[in-house]
């Protein structure tokens, strides 16, 4: 009696996919729980990259100056202005003087721009603990560290650039 040989294993959905297009959609699902969080929290007016200002304001030392956020965001100086002057208008940020240096200003989250901090923390948090709960602390400490050496190689001079 012959016997059923079996099925060769199916290819992973995510095997098939561009690691950019992977990321893209991986950054989507943080970008719409975070949103989700800041409208059902009353913070239904922060712009599209606002949330990446209040965020590394947040996490970082909780001022920055005014240079250092529009290098980090990529973005044009007239862009990044109208972005900060925006969330300084709606109450989300604080803008001052470098007392170092009267060039720079410095921006300072209000405490609106905390409270929408927290918020967007907790949506964060909640999407980590998910992916924890699925790939294990490990998987999640691995994740990371392929992140970081992705982003090491965008920031690394690259061989056919003069």
């Not at 098939?16 to 989507?28: F, G, K, Q, S, W």
């Not at 990446?52 to 990044?80: C, H, N, S, W």
Request: net charge positive; glycine share 10%.
């Amino acid at each position: 009696m012959p016997t059923k040989s079996a099925a060769p294993p199916a290819t992973p959905w995510f095997d098939v996919i561009a690691i950019p297009a992977l990321l893209r959609h991986a950054r989507n699902t943080y970008g719409v729980a975070m949103r989700k969080a800041l409208d059902d929290a009353g913070f239904d007016d922060i712009p599209k990259n606002g949330l990446y200002v209040i965020g590394g304001l947040a996490l970082g030392a909780g001022d920055a100056p005014l240079a250092e956020l529009i290098r980090d965001l990529r973005i044009t100086k007239q862009a990044a202005g109208q972005l900060v002057d925006t969330l300084v208008t709606r109450g989300y940020l604080a803008r001052m003087e470098d007392p170092q240096d009267r060039r720079r200003q410095i921006v300072t989250l209000t405490g609106r721009g905390r409270a929408a901090a927290a918020a967007q923390g907790a949506a964060r948090a909640r999407i980590d603990s998910l992916l924890a709960e699925r790939i294990g602390e490990a998987g999640v400490g691995k994740f990371r560290k392929v992140l970081a050496a992705l982003i090491a190689i965008g920031h690394a001079p690259h061989e056919d650039t003069p």
